[in-house]
């Protein structure tokens, strides 16, 4: 059983075009991540979100964690070709805060 | 700051051979360090947590006495793929983390050792 399921699994869209992908879980988490993962490279952290209902912007990514602390989104605004990548969801359990749990992953291709 | 390094980036060997990997922090003390596996189009899978000093801690389906893991220092954690076979062959990562502050759980990730078993 997949703890945190990302969905879409993939996402093809043009420059430019709004996007959410979305992280989702029946369990309660004490903090979530979002990465970003080019191949054959490791995972870069892009946020960190801790507080239920929290939101925060990158430059044109936006991020939300839960009320419940169960899930979060991240929104693309105007997508370009660099944030073509593979789009990692993580949190830590809030009853075993010492391991990240991944999602399972939305591949994102921006075309110009 | 925040920097993991892994070494080597990419590997070769021999069905039946072992390999090793490290992972480095180079601008913090990693009080622990995590493996993981990643196949191809796949998310991370957890292999194992270690934390400096002390025997790793396995995730269920994992063998520890084929996948050694050694933490000797604050700095360096190693990864031995021991009598490696074909189905071994994946993208292995590693990531440290520091002192918890505020967020707590903050992993910071090497670039992978891609290892292929011929």
């Known amino acids: 059983t997949q703890l945190l399921e990302q969905s879409p699994q993939f996402l093809s869209i043009q420059e430019g075009e709004n996007l959410t992908v979305y992280c989702n879980s029946s369990s309660v988490f004490s903090s979530l991540q979002w990465y970003r993962q080019e191949p054959g490279e490791g995972p870069v952290l892009l946020v960190t979100v801790v507080t239920g209902g929290e939101v925060k912007k990158l430059k044109r990514l936006t991020f939300q964690f839960g009320d419940a602390r169960k899930d979060s989104s991240l929104h693309i605004t105007a997508a370009q070709p660099g944030d073509t990548g593979l789009y990692l969801c993580a949190g830590a359990l809030y009853y075993n805060t010492d391991k990240l749990i991944f999602g399972t992953g939305t591949r994102l291709q921006v075309f110009p | 700051g925040a920097v993991v390094s892994q070494h080597p980036s990419w590997v070769i060997c021999k069905s039946g051979t072992s390999v090793k990997i490290e992972c480095r922090s180079l601008?913090?003390?990693?009080?622990?360090m995590f493996w993981y596996r990643q196949f191809p189009k796949q998310s991370l899978m957890l292999m194992a947590t270690s934390n400096e000093g002390s025997k790793a801690t396995y995730e269920q389906g994992v063998e520890k006495d084929k996948f050694l893991i050694n933490h000797a220092s604050l700095t360096l954690s190693t990864l031995t793929v021991t009598s490696a076979h074909p189905e071994d062959s994946s993208f292995y990562i590693c990531s440290a983390r520091g002192l918890k502050g505020l967020a707590g759980d903050e992993q910071y990730f090497g670039p992978g050792t891609r290892l292929t078993v011929t």
């Open positions: 601008d913090f003390q990693a009080t622990t």
